[in-house]
């Protein structure tokens, strides 16, 4: 290192270091004498109890060599930097391991014990052995890889050699002595994930199998996480135990920081980059942590004189100190010019400096503007000293740290500084020099490479340098004035340069805006630098980018994040954009960042770029404000191969993914058949020219997988080939078809008319089915299946789970005791294929899965368990119900239900599962035996009650008939003892479910039994009234109107209303000459005058009733009878022709406006259906008695021939009709 100096010194031949004063060591009594001995400090005296140069110099050796082969580096890149660890770690000489330990040790004044020391050491110096000995192996076999002996010893190295560091890491890390073995283990950490990284690079070529490779690279990723949380953890343990009160204790505390972010921290940054399934090229990282050198003020008074050293000369407090000198975190930022203000110290003629008291920081972001900082005195007689940075790399700084006795008073200060750069776009190097003058004074060298040594000497250190200075900060006091350097890694380059042949990782500090409600945060101490935090629902920051290549090339783009919502992410480059993207959580709310915290956003689409872009990020999904945060951008050149490869190695990860680890024949959980599918697509789309055989063995792995989800799925008939098809062997009853409804169910699916089946398309692989919006809740859109009760397990929980392409309105219910329920709003998109890609379409116009195109990613994952909301963009559902005993006799089994009600809800979906999840323990297992107890309690009870209603209700439909036979009316049996009789039969309940009324329940046998044999009676009385919409349920339907009349609901029933004496309603019946017929009319008189009803024959044969508003209600016979021959004859067809005939004989208007309304309109029995109140087609409404006032009366009437005229009219005020009934007498 001293000849690198050298070296520098003669090229440069800038200004020479002053003479320092050497006066006279003896010590006398006089003032004067005292305050020579105070200012003689010998030249070159640069040693500081609490710095170890050879620790710091390893760490940044070592963490400089690693920079240079991440990835998947050459294998004599590998063989030398192996060879380059053992010389740093095990060299001739004193042992690095037991100076790292001491080091520590002396910062935070701790010993470990004797034994903890032996013992690390001992176990250290062992491992130093094998690991020098597999390196030797390595380069044996790396030099002839086909020497059968060669890879067997290394073979059984390998696997000895991991296994001791796995068994020695606890050795590094004894309880209440973490800190000061700290560096110790991370250095060991180190060795072993790059060891673990040997099993990928070479595994399989020499000798270990696909499953051991697998397995090494599974433990690789779960170290990785483990030593970086506990680096972490342990670092900043001991860095709080160091925070103290004053000067002094902060001086430790700093240097703790900074030694052990240079021998840990920097390590823990780069353990992620060994991956090499996620970095598979050579790979280029970046370190924008920023440490500090000790502050330029006098440490090494001599004794007597501790006084004048700047940590006791009325040096301001600890957190003055690092509030002053310590920057908030920042974006990354390089100096362009300082301006040094000075003052002076004048003690006489030759006793004086010129020192240091104040300085204004200009500094820039990578393409941002400008930014300015002022610390200290600036306003000062003496001119100012400008130094430009511009475009330099300032490498090293030598300083003076002077101190001026001024009676007993002293004054520390810079008097002279000089700053070495290099302009790393091309050769120019100089240096630049602060310096007012000074003499007599005592001085004390700062050279920052003794804190922050080159990474080698073997070439100077203009070209080696390990940092760049980064910012200047300054401690002040009455008498003091220290600046305190800042230094950034060289790694984090000035242009943010993208590589076309290698993955470069861009830390996001390095952007130059951020937007409102995005800052800067310090890392949790494993991302080599601060990160950005962001709650925005919008566009996050900005950053500049120069993409080496000249032409467009392609890069695939990862962001690292941590979030504890899912996630929608773009990021844009110049004019190219990799669109939306759905990422998953990767933390709870609240939750500490850990390794474990942070995951990559990859991007399917890739991105096109050239020379020099903006890019920026922007989240489109955070309406609530969540908080995000990033760590940094890489940016990963595709070429042929390398997709190729990249794309294999994906195929395989996601293939393994699908099988649990100790069992490759078994399902792991989780896994779904939707995930399958998009897993079988990654293989399918895999190069034959690449890898054919890889892709065969892959698809049947992926076929076996998929036979694994057809066998455990429940549901019959999954991919949709048909909805309500009829099966073969299903049972008929000829009293009730509930067992075949029952057994329907549970052999496919059934559901509305108004559901399509489609084929796969870019989303589902297989059948999909598209549900539509409906007009009227009471008629959804549905679709259901039944799990029968055979198929299940006694206690154990089940899971639905499917995918949703999108959904508005979705209601997805498991029922069995109870109802589990979920309304899903899933947002889908306009189109799943970028602007970039020409034809999604294939050669026979199947769907390209194979084009990039944007992917939900199955890790959005939205699991409904007790009642919880699914979030939007959860394409993935899961619902899950618990079942108590099996009843095969009782067969409650599962009902699977979808349903939409609302006119805008719509849903498309596929890749439906419904599989056993686990079984019962616990608290889930007395919770569904107690639900299952609550639902018998509550069926006994309902038994009880629906023997007592069925009881009512038969006796009221076996009244309106005159035997058993049910197929004659009794003689005085009208259209509201029918009604009343309905209305009994619908205080059954739980003939159909709640949830859906077209799948029969428990009473659904008995009142369907009943409700047919209402529906006889209403046929048996619609064959006897030969007057058709007599109720006028229908509106006008079927009656000739004159005039002007209306249609009313008065309680709940509809009524024709003639409010005028001009106007009249009729109709034209067929009748059986010569049969005996009544006339019976319900109504109500309003105001003077009459209200008729009136029948006649077209000649002759003229009754009628007359109505009052001040009359007694009459009594009339009710004798009736059928004429079966006219029964036939009776319909909408025959209604039409009435009217003709009516028309042709007196040539009315029959098109005055009809508002069509069904016969008989369901209304909600609030009493007996409090859960649902559409009835679909299962019987007629509550009919309301007749309301008071209103009056029934009758006539007999004979006809002569087969058609009779019946008028409705009045001669003044209001005449309201109720019923019109023409009832046929019996013979």
């Known amino acids: 290192m001293t000849s690198n100096r050298k070296n520098e010194n003669e090229i440069i031949n800038a200004l020479s270091i002053p003479a320092v004063s050497n006066h006279s060591a003896q010590m ?98 062992g491992l130093g052995n094998s690991f020098r000995a597999y390196q030797q192996s390595l380069e044996d076999w790396l030099e002839n890889r086909d020497d059968a002996r060669t890879r067997s010893v290394l073979y059984t190295q390998y696997i000895a050699l991991e296994l001791d560091f796995l068994n020695a890491m606890p050795l590094f890390a004894i309880r209440n002595q973490e800190v000061p073995l700290l560096m110790v283990y991370a250095q060991a950490a180190n ?15 020499f000798g270990l199998t696909s499953q051991e490779i697998q397995r090494y690279y599974e433990r690789q990723v779960e170290k990785t996480r483990e030593y970086s949380d506990y680096c972490a953890r342990w670092y900043n343990t001991g860095l709080n135990n160091l925070r103290g009160t004053n000067a002094e204790s902060w001086l430790r505390y700093n240097q703790f920081r900074r030694d052990l972010t240079l021998g840990v921290l920097d390590l823990v940054a780069l353990f992620p980059s060994y991956d090499t399934r996620v970095y598979p090229m050579n790979t280029s990282a970046q370190l924008t942590r920023e440490i500090y050198t000790d502050p330029i003020g006098r440490t090494n008074a001599p004794s007597g004189f501790a006084s004048t050293n700047w940590f006791n000369n009325n040096a301001p407090s600890f957190s003055a100190i690092e509030a002053a000198v310590i920057r908030p975190p920042h974006l990354l930022d390089f100096p362009e010019q300082l301006t040094i203000f000075s003052v002076l110290s004048r003690w006489s003629n030759t006793q004086y400096m010129n020192y240091w008291v104040g300085h204004r920081l200009e500094s820039r972001t990578i393409r941002g503007s400008l930014s300015t900082s002022t610390h200290g005195n600036t306003n000062t007689s003496i001119n100012p000293v400008t130094l430009q940075f511009t475009s330099r790399d300032v490498y090293r700084t030598e300083s003076f740290a002077g101190i001026n006795i001024l009676l007993t008073t002293p004054v520390n200060g810079v008097p002279w500084a000089r700053f070495n750069w290099r302009n790393p776009l091309n050769s120019l190097r100089g240096s630049l020099l602060y310096t007012i003058g000074y003499t007599g004074v005592g001085t004390q060298l700062f050279d920052s490479e003794t804190e922050l040594p080159p990474e080698t000497t073997e070439r100077p250190n203009y070209e080696s340098y390990s940092h760049r200075l980064s910012n200047i900060r300054l401690i002040s006091g009455n008498t003091l004035r220290a600046p305190v350097y800042s230094w950034t890694h060289r790694s984090a380059d000035r242009t943010n340069t ?46 500049g980018l120069n993409f080496n290549n000249t032409s467009l090339q392609r890069y695939r783009v990862r962001v690292r994040y941590a979030a504890s919502q899912t996630m929608v992410l773009r990021v844009t480059v110049g004019g190219s954009t990799t669109f939306d993207q759905g990422f998953p959580s990767t933390m709870s ?6 390794s474990q915290s942070f995951r990559f956003a990859e991007f399917p689409v890739g991105i096109s770029a050239s020379g020099s872009q903006t890019a920026g990020i922007s989240i489109s999904n955070n309406a609530g404000r969540q908080t995000f945060h990033f760590d940094k951008i890489e940016f990963i050149p595709i070429t042929a191969t390398f997709e190729a490869e990249y794309d294999l190695e994906r195929a395989q990860e996601a293939v393994n993914a699908l099988f649990t680890n100790t069992n490759p024949r078994r399902l792991k959980t989780g896994v779904t058949d939707y995930h399958i599918d998009e897993v079988s697509n990654l293989v399918a789309c895999l190069s034959d020219e690449f890898c054919l055989d890889e892709k065969r063995e892959l698809l049947e792995k992926v076929k076996y997988a998929k036979r694994l989800s057809d066998e455990r799925n429940l549901l019959q008939d999954p991919n949709f080939t048909s909805i309500n098809k009829q099966p073969d062997f299903i049972s008929t009853n000829e009293q009730s078809n509930f067992t075949s409804i029952h057994e329907q169910s549970e052999h496919g699916w059934w559901g509305s008319e108004n559901i399509t089946i489609q084929e796969g398309n870019d989303v589902f692989k297989e059948n999909y089915v598209i549900l539509p919006g409906t007009f009227n809740e009471c008629y959804p859109t549905y679709l259901y299946q039944k799990i029968g009760e055979a198929e299940l397990k006694a206690y154990t929980r089940y899971q639905l789970s499917g995918y949703i392409e999108d959904s508005q309105d979705l209601e997805i219910y498991l029922i069995r005791y109870n109802a589990k329920h979920e309304t899903l709003d899933v947002p889908g998109t306009e189109s799943v294929w970028p602007l970039s890609v020409e034809s999604p379409i294939g050669r026979c116009g199947e769907p390209n899965r194979c084009a990039p195109h944007f992917e939900w990613n199955p890790d959005l994952d939205c699991s409904c368990r007790d009642g919880e909301k699914c979030a939007h963009h959860s394409h993935h559902f899961s619902l899950d119900i618990d079942v108590g005993c099996i009843d095969l006799h009782e067969n409650l089994g599962v009902w699977v239900v979808f349903k939409i009600k609302t006119q805008e809800g719509h849903a498309r979906l596929g890749n439906l599962e419904f599989i056993e999840e686990k079984p019962l323990l616990g608290e889930a297992l007395s919770r569904v ?83 047919g044999r209402i529906i006889t009676a209403i046929s048996l009385y619609d064959a006897r009234n030969v007057v058709k919409n007599g109720d006028f349920n229908n509106g006008l339907a079927c009656w000739n109107v004159k005039g002007h009349v209306d249609v009313q609901q008065s309680h709940h029933r509809s009524v024709l209303v003639i409010p005028e004496w001009e106007a009249e309603v009729s109709q034209a019946v067929r009748v059986c000459p010569g049969r005996g017929y009544i006339l019976r009319v319900t109504a109500y008189k309003e105001g003077y005058g009459e209200g008729c009803v009136t029948i006649h024959e077209i000649e002759n044969n003229t009754d009628e009733l007359k109505f009052k508003n001040c009359e007694e209600e009459e009594v009339y016979p009710t004798d009736t009878g059928t004429c079966n021959d006219y029964t036939a004859h009776q319909g909408t067809a025959a209604c039409n022709s009435r009217n003709a005939g009516y028309e042709d004989a007196y040539e009315v208007d029959t098109t005055a406006s009809v508002n069509y309304k069904p016969t008989y309109e369901e209304e909600t029995y609030t009493d007996v259906r409090r859960d649902n109140h559409c009835e679909y087609d299962r019987g007629y409404v509550n ?45």
């Open 191 to 205: 060795l072993h994930l790059l060891l673990l990284r040997d099993a990928s690079l070479f595994g399989s070529e």
């Open 1183 to 1227: 009919y309301p008695p007749v309301p008071a006032g209103y009056m029934t009366k009758e006539l007999e009437y004979f006809p002569e021939t087969d058609k009779v005229w019946i008028e409705i009219g009045e001669t003044e005020g209001k005449f309201i009709v109720d019923s019109v009934e023409l009832l046929l007498m019996e013979e």
């Open 929 to 1011: 035996k107690r639900a299952e107890k609550k639902w018998r309690d509550k069926r006994e009870k309902l038994q009880l009650e629906t023997k007592r209603v069925y009881t009512e209700a038969k006796e009221a439909v076996d009244a309106l008939f005159v035997d058993s036979q049910y197929d004659r009316l009794q003689a005085d049996t009208n259209i509201g003892m029918i009604h009343a009789a309905d209305k009994l039969v619908h205080r059954i309940r739980e003939a159909y479910l709640s949830e859906l009324s077209v799948i029969p329940g428990v009473n659904a046998e008995i009142f369907e039994e009943l409700e």
């Open 498 to 543: 993208i590589s076309s042949d290698s993955i470069t990782q861009i830390p996001l500090v390095k952007s130059f805006n951020l937007n409102s409600g995005t800052s800067v945060v310090s890392g949790p101490g494993f991302t080599g630098g601060d990160i950005i935090r962001t709650n925005v629902n919008g566009s996050v920051l900005s950053m």
């Open 28 to 125: 006398n009594l006089s003032t004067d004498a005292r305050i020579e001995d105070s200012l003689c400090i010998a030249e070159g005296n640069n040693i500081d109890p609490f710095v170890s140069a050879s620790t710091v110099q390893t760490g940044i050796n070592i963490a400089g060599r690693i920079l240079g082969v991440l990835g998947v580096p050459f294998a004599g890149q590998i063989a030398s930097f192996y060879s380059f660890l053992v010389g740093e770690l095990w060299p001739r000489g004193r042992d690095p391991w037991e100076i790292f330990l001491e080091h520590v040790e002396q910062l935070i004044r701790q010993q470990v014990t004797e034994n903890t020391r032996d013992t690390a050491l001992a176990r250290l110096q």
């Open 589 to 594: 709310a609240n939750e500490s960042l850990t």
